[in-house]
């Protein structure tokens, strides 16, 4: 474990499977003590974290649903009171439902809006009131935003708020020493990736990048890991596309 982060602490939002497990297994190599976010996966936070501990890193976990502002307060007050604030923040909590906007009802539309971009919204407000100065906001985007595909449209809109979120709170994080940035990946090996796309399509997509592979989850906690550590200090309202070159 790298002794440069120890004493901080990193929120994960969404971090009980995937790629927000992934994010926070290595932030927890790196150092950080991490707060595992779960809405509703207790089971797998609990074992997530007992797999960082035995690893000989530290973590615990925490429930909230992203899009109730109040339970975000909450888990931020959960924060402060265990362990004196929050240093690092990386939203990854997120959900993607498709289809074409001639098909698209609303309960596809408000899910998405509350979750993807009203949660990260929530969480945003209350680390730019709470973050602990020298501190590091990391978002989770996704490069639909700039490939826009048919039946993305609800969810890449989502996702375009989260970067226009991210250029703006970067400014007005002036004075404190608060990096605001994006990570938007392209397509992931995860479940969420594979559910219900039939063999065709994941093989276009897996030949989408120049390096004709899918994406790891490793491939974006390692992007957040430069993002949250000391060498990603000057990264500051930047979107970074970790894609693979897929655009």
């Known amino acids: 474990m790298s002794t440069t982060q120890q004493s901080k602490v990193a929120l994960v939002t ?52 992203v899009s109730d502002p109040a339970a975000v307060r909450r888990m931020f007050d959960a924060a402060e009171a265990a362990f004196g604030g929050v240093d690092v923040l990386v939203n990854n909590a997120g959900i993607m439902r498709l289809a074409k906007m001639a098909d698209s009802d609303d309960t596809l539309f408000d899910s998405q809006i509350a979750i993807n971009l009203k949660g990260t919204f929530n969480t945003l407000r209350e680390a730019a009131r709470r973050l602990r100065n020298g501190g590091r906001i990391i978002n989770t985007s996704s490069s639909v935003v700039g490939l826009y595909q048919p039946t993305y449209a609800v969810y ?31 397509p992931v090996a995860t479940d969420l990736f594979f559910d219900g796309k039939p063999q065709d399509v994941i093989d276009h997509l897996t030949k989408l990048t120049p390096l004709e592979r899918l994406g790891t989850p490793e491939d974006v906690a390692n992007t957040v890991s430069f993002l949250a550590g000391p060498n990603g200090g000057w990264i500051n309202g930047q979107t970074l596309r970790a894609n693979g070159g897929a655009i």
């Open 156 to 186: 890449a809109a989502t996702k375009a708020g989260v970067e226009a979120m991210t250029h703006i709170l970067s400014k007005e994080m002036r004075g404190r020493n608060i990096t605001v940035n994006t990570v938007a990946p392209g």
């Open 14 to 65: 969404g971090a009980s499977r995937g790629i927000g497990a992934a994010i926070a297994r290595q932030l927890a190599r790196d150092g950080f003590m991490v707060l595992i976010n779960y809405s509703n996966n207790a089971r797998e936070a609990e074992a997530l974290a007992t797999q960082i501990d035995e690893a000989g890193g530290h973590a615990t976990t925490v429930q909230a649903d």
